[in-house]
């Protein structure tokens, strides 16, 4: 009875898990880009180009890894359009992110009929092997680790790394440092413009990855609308987590709770209409934006351009 209860505890942590690594992804690399000072609201067209170009990666070489590589460096390279517009030019963060997205959703719908001759989604691909059976052997984590795959792994050890860079190495510093005293931090030799670029850039590659994890890793396909406002999901968790990579990830737990209570109602035969299990993740964002946003602590130069030559 305890091992079987144990069991069920596991499978409900993997599956939470599971549902959270996209959200993970895209919501940390939203922390690095706005502790830079830079807003993005365009993690979710990244996400969606990661999505749809992981597959197509995937299909023209029949290889996840190179899927993967394709996802990094198209939504890195969408991220570089919000990084000139935003850092560079001058532009309004929110209105091109805005545009981002509209474009992503746009561009992969055409793409679809152009590379695989259809409307709506792309062929099924061919996904990493995922050793399961070895990872169910191992005792105690063993139904946990048999229950995840590559992408939740990597998001776990993003947690961690992002954590130990932002507060525990002068990478770090040198970050939050922009974000909070811009002017500060350029007397100090710090290039405010190249470590925002970065940043943002580096938004882009970590919301491509969580764009992958959904088409290649779950479905095994690229849909439109698939990843169906999780780039704004992400963005509530980072500002319900504080900016911080380890509440952040906490947030997202709770957000992808709701599609994990779908899986377990069904497993003990509640009948739940389906559209409830949709609704929640973003009654639950709204909720989260409401009544903790007044209590958050955004960088204090967040959204706002920096001019060097400004006095």
Not at 26 to 37: C, H, L, M, N, W
Not at 232 to 256: E, V
Request: hydrophobic residues 50%; aromatic residues 14%.
């Amino acid at each position: 009875m305890e091992n079987t209860f144990l069991s069920e505890i596991a499978f409900i942590l993997a599956t939470t898990s599971r549902f959270a690594t996209p959200l993970i992804y895209a919501s940390i690399g939203g922390v690095f880009s706005e502790k830079s000072g830079v807003i993005n609201i365009g993690l979710e067209g990244m996400m969606i180009m990661g999505a749809f170009f992981g597959v197509w990666g995937t299909y023209i070489s029949n290889s996840s890894l190179v899927g993967l590589i394709f996802a990094i460096i198209f939504a890195g390279l969408t991220a570089v359009i919000h990084a000139i517009l935003s850092v560079f030019l001058r532009a309004n963060q929110v209105i091109s992110g805005i545009g981002i997205n509209l474009f992503s959703t746009s561009l992969t719908s055409y793409l679809i009929q152009k590379f695989f001759g259809s409307q709506g989604q792309t062929s099924i691909v061919k996904v990493a092997p995922y050793p399961k059976e070895l990872f169910s052997k191992i005792p105690i984590v063993g139904t946990f680790l048999s229950e995840i795959n590559w992408f939740v792994l990597g998001a776990l050890l993003l947690v961690v790394v992002s954590w130990f860079v932002l507060y525990k190495t002068s990478i770090g510093y040198r970050i939050r440092a922009v974000g909070e005293h811009p002017k500060a931090a350029d007397t100090l030799g710090i290039n405010v413009y190249i470590t925002r670029f970065l940043c943002v850039l580096l938004s882009g590659v970590l919301a491509g990855i969580g764009g992958a994890s959904l088409s290649i890793a779950n479905v095994n396909l690229f849909r439109v609308g698939m990843v169906s406002g999780r780039g704004y999901i992400a963005l509530a968790a980072m500002i319900f987590g504080n900016w911080k990579p380890h509440t952040t990830f906490l947030a997202c737990l709770i957000f992808s709770l709701s599609q994990t209570f779908e899986i377990v109602s069904q497993k003990f035969g509640f009948n739940i209409p389906t559209e409830i299990y949709f609704m929640m993740p973003y009654i639950l964002t709204m909720l989260a934006l409401a009544f903790f946003v007044r209590k958050s602590n955004s960088p204090l130069f967040l959204g706002e351009y920096y001019d060097k030559g400004k006095r």
